[in-house]
């Protein structure tokens, strides 16, 4: 607790003088860019991984970065979405999932979570993730089969997202685009799945990151 004592002096006496401007702005209401659902692991920082400020993205945060579908859980998931395609009319959602994911660990390993049953509970809602992996992929070893775990289930998560009825609206008038990537823990490489050549890719400012509809069984093994 010291140490977050500490750094939130440094914040109010340092950091929000030099940028309060910036702040005082965000006073009058918020109108981020996008909607980023990731997970609540530790090492992903969203604002530091993309160099957004304050105010820039609507962030989502829960265990493996899932959203049930649209009915299926009485959790916040749902309505933050509302809030953030309805409400505040962002133009783009991102499901990042991540290398060395716990959940996903669990999702495959559910006695590994024997003792945590509300992880348990929620990790059915990645159901179908656990079964494209371990049906169609069931000859690979334990940790490629992890990775093909974590590029599912952004890509069900995506196909969750579209039963939102706000979502699909939105979609359907072409007002927005869904997302799907990988951040990798290890070299700090982001990398978007590529519908065409149905593969995570890279990301670079270069790369073309429109809607992505998700197909079958043709991933990179990037991580």
């Known amino acids: 607790m010291k140490k977050l004592v500490k750094g939130l002096h440094h914040f109010q006496t340092q950091i929000f003088l030099s940028q309060r401007e910036l702040f005082e702005r965000l006073s009058k209401g918020q109108s981020p860019d996008a ?30 970065n899932i959203v049930p579908a649209y009915g299926a859980s009485n959790g916040g998931e749902g309505a933050t979405v509302e809030l953030a395609v309805t409400g505040l009319g962002v133009k783009d959602i ?53 990775n093909v775990a974590v590029q599912e289930n952004v890509l069900v ?34 990398f978007y799945y590529e519908p065409k050549d149905g593969q995570f890719e890279p990301l670079t400012q270069y790369s073309n990151v429109e809607d992505q509809k998700p197909s079958r069984y043709s991933f990179e093994r990037l991580i």
């Open 157 to 190: 998560q995506l196909e969750n997202l579209r039963t939102h009825p706000s979502v699909a609206a939105k979609i359907a008038r072409g007002e927005l685009n869904l997302h799907a990537w990988v951040y990798k823990i290890e070299t700090g490489g982001v």
């Open 94 to 146: 991102i499901v990042c999932g991540h290398s060395m994911c716990g959940a996903m660990d669990a999702l495959l390993h559910s006695e590994k979570v024997k003792n945590l049953p509300l992880l348990s509970s929620w990790l059915n809602h990645a159901e179908a993730t656990k079964r494209i992996a371990m049906e169609n992929y069931k000859n690979l070893p334990d940790e490629d089969l992890q």
């Open 35 to 64: 909607l980023f659902i990731t997970c609540s692991d530790s090492r992903i920082n969203p604002n530091l991984i993309t160099q957004t400020e304050p105010g820039e993205l609507f962030i989502l945060r829960n265990a493996g």
